[in-house]
């Protein structure tokens, strides 16, 4: 947000507790950005939410070492298209999509519609699945990241 005065970001935060930090992390850049107090994933509805005592660590899809040390809530979640509609109903293209969801990054990444994939320039995921394709744009894994960049807008 720091290098393009035209940079607007739009934020997903389903833990409660991570809402107030987040705010307090942005508070300098008050104007640039939307925070939304929901998760965002390949379906949409209240769903359980597990997180461990820091906040830091959550997800939607939380494994069996997860639940076992984790709270769960109940969160708000949308489907990642009606998030995508939204965003683009107010800009040509989204130059760069983060998914962090802790566990269901593959399977929000493929329900993206494919109207909505070719509006996007680079997509970076958090997965340890290397192999995973999307027509049209070329793939980078480094580590946990995986990055997908758009062949056609990527210039």
């Known amino acids: 947000m720091t ?9 997903y935060e389903p833990d409660p507790r991570n809402i107030g ?3 307090h992390n942005l508070r300098r850049f008050d104007g640039v950005f939307t925070l939304h107090e929901s998760a965002v994933s390949d379906c949409e509805g209240v769903r359980p ?4 005592p820091t906040g830091r660590f959550g997800g939607l899809d939380a494994g069996p070492s997860m639940r ?6 109940t969160v708000q979640v949308e489907h990642v298209n009606t998030v995508l509609e939204r965003v683009l109903s107010s800009t040509e293209i989204i130059d760069l999509l983060k998914i962090d969801t802790e566990g269901s990054e593959v ?12 509006r996007i320039r680079h997509i970076v995921i958090e997965s340890r699945d290397h192999r995973m394709q999307i027509d049209g744009f070329r793939t980078e894994a480094r580590c946990d990241a995986v990055r997908f960049t ?3 807008l990527s210039g």
Do not use: D, H
């Not at 939410?49 to 461990?52: A, L, R, V």
């Not at 076992?68 to 809530?73: E, N, S, V």
């Open 3 to 11: 290098r393009s005065p035209s940079a607007y970001c739009y934020l």
């Open 150 to 152: 758009s062949e056609k």
């Open 107 to 118: 399977a929000t990444v493929r329900a993206i519609e494919p109207r909505l994939l070719a």
């Open 21 to 23: 930090k987040l705010r």
């Open 49 to 52: 939410f597990s997180s461990e």
């Open 68 to 73: 076992a040390k984790a709270r769960t809530i």
